[in-house]
């Protein structure tokens, strides 16, 4: 089998050649025009930016993109689902806050926002997988219906799943609160008693009616859960959490299979930003220290090749100092002497206990992509 091709560009600029206009002649060179855009529906996934995180894809490049599938015909919107988690993006009405603030507006990006699953979470398809792990996958219904997906990843690094890029994007960032739930856990959610406040909302949005209040504490009778956690996604209180969590592996294959959910049956395209190379998840109100300098921008039909690409990439860098790699280095006394850790995997060193392999491994094995790939440069 032929490898998948990822197409490269460097941050390098000249007059008439800046980062915007390099972004789409990448773009074009990977093939994005041969998709047939005409009057579909196209979801740009992209993660907004957590209140106080500033290592986000900058709007002006989500500008170009909506640009050029629109004069391609494309009917395109900028999306992204709920977090689990209570923070600055938990429901829509804060989500699109953060949205706004952060650039992603019609003015600034040149497309309106949606939040794929709706004002708390709820709002989501099944799409039938028969997975290893997961059999229906819970997508944001704007996601789901949407004809054509196009991915914009910050690739960075992540403390459960390795680092975060196309996968990580589309699986988690296309799950609605209670498919964030199930990728997380393997488990069915309890009620944190000394939070909860008994305003009966997990009550009213259980759809399997397992959820009571009862002495004004919420009550799961676990013979009618089925786990989907939308008693998690409706609480605002934290009352409704979850229980355990799932392994490194276990959510990188399951986030594999939610990503083949997101893309199944429908074009989809995938660019990668190496920029502002963050030790940690998105998700945290505040970005750390990059561990490694820029490196580019990667875009392919493929995102198992596309990640593997980019993480090779980081692997091959040096790091940069005075930051969380340089910390370590300097509590275990290693001296990374003149190479500063090039060839080394950065986020194995930064995240021990992760195996980011797993995701593309099982993504390869059920035919997201391909590990094997050839690399382009473009200038």
């Given at each position: 089998?032929?490898?998948?091709?990822?197409?490269?560009?460097?941050?390098?600029?000249?007059?008439?050649?800046?980062?915007?206009?390099?972004?789409?002649?990448?773009?074009?060179?990977?093939?994005?025009?041969?998709v047939d855009f005409?009057?579909?529906?196209?979801?740009?996934?992209?993660?907004?930016?957590?209140?106080?995180?500033?290592?986000?894809?900058?709007?002006?490049?989500?500008?170009?993109?909506?640009?050029?599938?629109?004069?391609?015909?494309?009917?395109?919107?900028?999306?992204?689902?709920?977090?689990?988690?209570?923070?600055?993006?938990?429901?829509?009405?804060?989500?699109?806050?953060?949205?706004?603030?952060?650039?992603?507006?019609?003015?600034?990006?040149?497309?309106?926002?949606?939040?794929?699953?709706?004002?708390?979470?709820?709002?989501?398809?099944?799409?039938?997988?028969?997975?290893?792990?997961?059999?229906?996958?819970?997508?944001?219904?704007?996601?789901?219906?949407?004809?054509?997906?196009?991915?914009?990843?910050?690739?960075?690094?992540?403390?459960?799943?390795?680092?975060?890029?196309?996968?990580?994007?589309?699986?988690?960032?296309?799950?609605?609160?209670?498919?964030?739930?199930?990728?997380?856990?393997?488990?069915?959610?309890?009620?944190?008693?000394?939070?909860?406040?008994?305003?009966r909302i997990c009550?009213?949005?259980?759809?399997?009616?397992?959820?009571?209040?009862?002495?004004?504490?919420?009550?799961?009778?676990?013979?009618?859960?089925?786990?989907?956690?939308?008693?998690?996604?409706?609480?605002?209180?934290?009352?409704?959490?979850?229980?355990?969590?799932?392994?490194?592996?276990?959510?990188?294959?399951?986030?594999?299979?939610?990503?083949?959910?997101?893309?199944?049956?429908?074009p989809s395209f995938?660019?990668?930003?190496?920029?502002?190379?963050?030790?940690?998840?998105?998700?945290?109100?505040?970005?750390?220290?990059?561990?490694?300098?820029?490196?580019?921008?990667?875009?392919?039909?493929?995102?198992?090749?596309?990640?593997?690409?980019?993480?090779?990439?980081?692997?091959?860098?040096?790091?940069?100092?005075?930051?969380?790699?340089?910390?370590?280095?300097?509590?275990?006394?290693?001296?990374?002497?003149?190479?500063?850790?090039?060839?080394?995997?950065?986020?194995?060193?930064?995240?021990?206990?992760?195996?980011?392999?797993?995701?593309?491994?099982?993504?390869?094995?059920?035919?997201?992509?391909?590990?094997?790939?050839?690399?382009?440069?473009?200038?």
């Amino acid at each position: 089998m032929e490898s998948s091709k990822v197409y490269f560009t460097d941050l390098r600029t000249a007059p008439g050649n800046d980062l915007m206009t390099k972004l789409v002649r990448l773009v074009k060179r990977a093939g994005i025009e041969t998709v047939d855009f005409k009057d579909k529906f196209t979801a740009v996934k992209i993660h907004f930016g957590e209140p106080g995180n500033l290592a986000y894809i900058r709007p002006n490049y989500a500008a170009k993109i909506v640009d050029l599938v629109r004069s391609l015909g494309g009917k395109v919107f900028l999306t992204d689902s709920n977090t689990l988690y209570s923070g600055g993006r938990s429901n829509a009405v804060d989500h699109l806050h953060a949205a706004m603030d952060n650039g992603f507006n019609p003015i600034s990006a040149h497309a309106d926002v949606i939040i794929a699953d709706g004002l708390k979470g709820t709002d989501y398809k099944e799409i039938p997988l028969d997975g290893e792990y997961c059999k229906a996958p819970k997508i944001g219904a704007a996601i789901a219906d949407a004809d054509i997906i196009i991915s914009m990843n910050h690739f960075k690094g992540h403390e459960q799943t390795g680092f975060g890029g196309a996968l990580k994007n589309l699986g988690m960032g296309s799950a609605s609160v209670g498919g964030k739930l199930e990728l997380h856990s393997s488990s069915q959610p309890v009620i944190d008693t000394d939070k909860c406040i008994g305003c009966r909302i997990c009550e009213k949005y259980c759809r399997h009616d397992a959820v009571k209040v009862t002495d004004r504490k919420a009550v799961i009778d676990y013979s009618k859960c089925v786990g989907c956690g939308q008693c998690v996604a409706v609480c605002q209180h934290g009352g409704a959490v979850v229980k355990d969590w799932d392994s490194s592996e276990t959510l990188n294959y399951k986030i594999a299979e939610y990503a083949l959910a997101v893309v199944k049956d429908k074009p989809s395209f995938h660019i990668n930003f190496i920029m502002n190379v963050s030790p940690n998840c998105d998700c945290w109100n505040h970005n750390d220290a990059a561990i490694i300098p820029d490196l580019g921008i990667a875009a392919s039909f493929d995102p198992v090749a596309l990640d593997c690409a980019c993480a090779d990439l980081v692997k091959a860098a040096p790091t940069l100092e005075k930051n969380v790699i340089a910390d370590l280095d300097k509590k275990s006394g290693h001296d990374c002497g003149h190479n500063h850790h090039e060839g080394e995997d950065k986020f194995h060193i930064v995240h021990p206990d992760t195996k980011w392999e797993a995701g593309v491994e099982h993504g390869e094995k059920i035919g997201l992509g391909q590990r094997a790939y050839t690399l382009v440069t473009v200038k």
